[in-house]
């Protein structure tokens, strides 16, 4: 119990600086594509600047504003932070006892409950973009989830457990990528409109929001909701090289490939439009899962000769 511990604490530190790196990943990436340099002063080629910005964020004054509720305003980032953190728990470590049998449907638990943090954060800083914000993204979140819960039932399918380590031995000669890519192409959108990430940011509409729900917030109220967002950019990066992109060998090089990807599209795309996206869930995506687990249950069925 004590290695188990000690090896959740480590997992759940080096989360959080792999935060950090993701930033700078993802500055780089936007600056090269808009043909500048991003970060370039602070360290050698920028690599202590996520450290600055923390420590600048962390230091800000402490602002007390009017129409707040003042201990749920400050709770729901905490609790953001926190389901995101528990997601890590679902890495299917093979020498720890983690790794219990129900562990996508932990996952799936932990995932429903991420709406909460934006409902409240949204809620009881009493502000109109706030509230619009945190009404878009739940609205958009708890639509995907749908979506989502029927691709994962396909899934479940092939591997026949509720447990992540036995997508390590279904793939043990064969991507799963490669047989369900309808599958794969719609986890990954899924993913996109869950993190509300381009083009799906519809929380943060700069044009009419301005930043969405967390507008209120500043200093270590704001660190703790970026810190969660880009927490569940990284599982979710996690979780697709896991189920779809073969062994956990060389699983964080993928992992590395598909946040590289969840960049580039933002810095290639526009925002989608808000009733497209309702209807891309709930007329494409709903429709096609239900076809693809009915698919997949008749070649399951089919006998073996």
């Not at 729901?76 to 728990?89: A, E, Q």
Request: proline share 3%; aromatic share 20%; net charge positive.
């Amino acid at each position: 119990m004590l290695i188990n511990f000690i090896c959740l604490i480590f997992m759940m530190v080096f989360s959080l600086l792999s935060v950090a790196f993701l930033t700078l990943m993802e500055r780089k990436v936007l600056s090269y594509i808009q043909l500048r340099k991003g970060p370039n002063k602070v360290g050698v080629l920028g690599v202590f600047q996520p450290f600055s910005d923390a420590v600048k964020l962390f230091t800000k004054e402490y602002i007390v504003l009017l129409k707040i509720n003042f201990y749920p305003y400050w709770m729901s980032p905490t609790l953001g932070l926190f389901i995101s953190l528990s997601l890590w728990l679902i890495y299917p470590w093979i020498h720890l006892l983690i790794s219990w049998k129900y562990s996508i449907l932990f996952m799936f638990t932990i995932l429903s409950m991420g709406v909460y943090s934006i409902m409240v954060s949204g809620w009881v800083s009493n502000s109109s973009y706030s509230i619009l914000g945190a009404i878009r993204s739940i609205a958009q979140s708890i639509s995907y989830e749908v979506s989502f819960f029927m691709i994962f039932i396909c899934l479940i399918m092939f591997i026949s457990s509720f447990n992540f380590f036995m997508f390590n031995f279904m793939q043990s000669k064969i991507w799963l990528v490669l047989m369900t890519f309808p599958i794969f192409f719609m986890a990954f959108i899924s993913f996109l409109a869950e993190l509300n990430r381009t083009p799906f940011d519809f929380s943060e509409g700069e044009s009419e929001l301005v930043s969405g729900f967390n507008i209120e917030y500043g200093g270590s109220g704001f660190a703790f909701i970026f810190l969660a967002e880009y927490l569940n950019i990284l599982f979710a990066s996690l979780l697709l090289s896991m189920v779809f992109l073969g062994s956990v060998v060389v699983i964080w090089f993928k992992l590395m490939l598909v946040s590289f990807l969840i960049i580039l599209i933002r810095g290639v795309l526009p925002r989608y439009r808000y009733d497209k996206l309702m209807n891309l869930c709930w007329k494409s995506f709903l429709m096609v899962c239900l076809n693809m687990v009915l698919f997949y249950t008749f070649v399951l069925l089919l006998p073996v000769r």
